[in-house]
T-cell receptor, first 112, second 114 residues
Framework: QQQVKQSPQSLIVQKGGISIINCAYE??????FPWYQQFPGKGPALLIA?????SEKKEGRFTISFNKSAKQFSLHIMDSQPGDSATYFC???????????FGQGTRLTINP | DGGITQSPKYLFRKEGQNVTLSCEQN?????MYWYRQDPGQGLRLIYY???????QKGDIAEGYSVSREKKESFPLTVTSAQKNPTAFYLC?????????????FGQGTRLTVV
């Protein structure tokens, strides 16, 4: 019930394309769903987060889509750029950042 | 600059030794966390602390110990009881465990057993 499953494990997208990463969770008590971006040798940084009372949140080229009934959420990166090449983690928690449960990560490569 | 400082960046440990990883934050955050990152497994919670002098075990606490004597400091000791300690260790903090609180991460410590 505590798991968050993330797919795909790796993703290659051409510059200008749309990158899509998916996550699924089991615990219906989760009410905070952040996405983190991590560059090699660095700590993760918050990219965007959503709560289950909205179905979509957009910040610049990054959009989270949330489907409460299916217990799924996804990250869309529009007009993907080489600088977006990083590892992306979805996560879930009950009550903000407390005890974040992370997905396995997706290594995204944007080809120029 | 406000943030989370982890030290050292790289650490080498011999078999049977205890080592302590440092984590300091000047964000005035109440909650602090330790995560372990292994390839292909995401981040897993080791310990977390919501207030000074109190901490709770996470999902993989065996072989680790922590202390929280000061609000800004949350050191992690990797003991000899941890059978597979080679990993990337990440410290994080948040204002307080609650609604819409963002977790901020340090730059990590890479521990290698030699």
């Amino acid at each position: 019930q505590q798991q968050v499953k993330q797919s795909p494990q790796s993703l290659i997208v051409q510059k200008g394309g749309i990158s899509i990463i998916n996550c699924a969770y089991e615990n219906t008590a989760f009410d905070y769903f952040p996405w983190y971006q991590q560059f090699p040798g660095k700590g993760p940084a918050l990219l965007i987060a959503i709560r289950p009372d909205v179905s979509e949140k957009k910040e610049g080229r990054f959009t989270i889509s949330f489907n409460k009934s299916a217990k799924q959420f996804s990250l869309h990166i529009m007009d993907s750029q080489p600088g977006d090449s990083a590892t992306y983690f979805c996560a879930a928690a009950k009550g903000g950042a407390q005890k974040l449960v992370f997905g396995q990560g997706t290594r995204l490569t944007i080809n120029p | 600059d406000g943030g989370i400082t982890q030290s050292p960046k790289y650490l080498f440990r011999k078999e049977g030794q205890n080592v302590t990883l440092s984590c300091e934050q000047n964000l005035n955050h109440d909650a602090m966390y330790w995560y372990r990152q292994d390839p292909g497994q995401g981040l897993r919670l080791i310990y977390y602390s919501q207030i000074v002098n109190d901490f709770q075990k996470g999902d993989i606490a065996e072989g680790y110990s922590v202390s929280r004597e000061k609000k800004e400091s949350f050191p992690l000791t990797v003991t000899s009881a941890q059978k597979n300690p080679t990993a990337f260790y990440l410290c994080a903090s948040s204002i307080q465990a609650g609604v819409n609180t963002e977790a901020f991460f340090g730059q990590g410590t890479r521990l290698t057993v030699v």
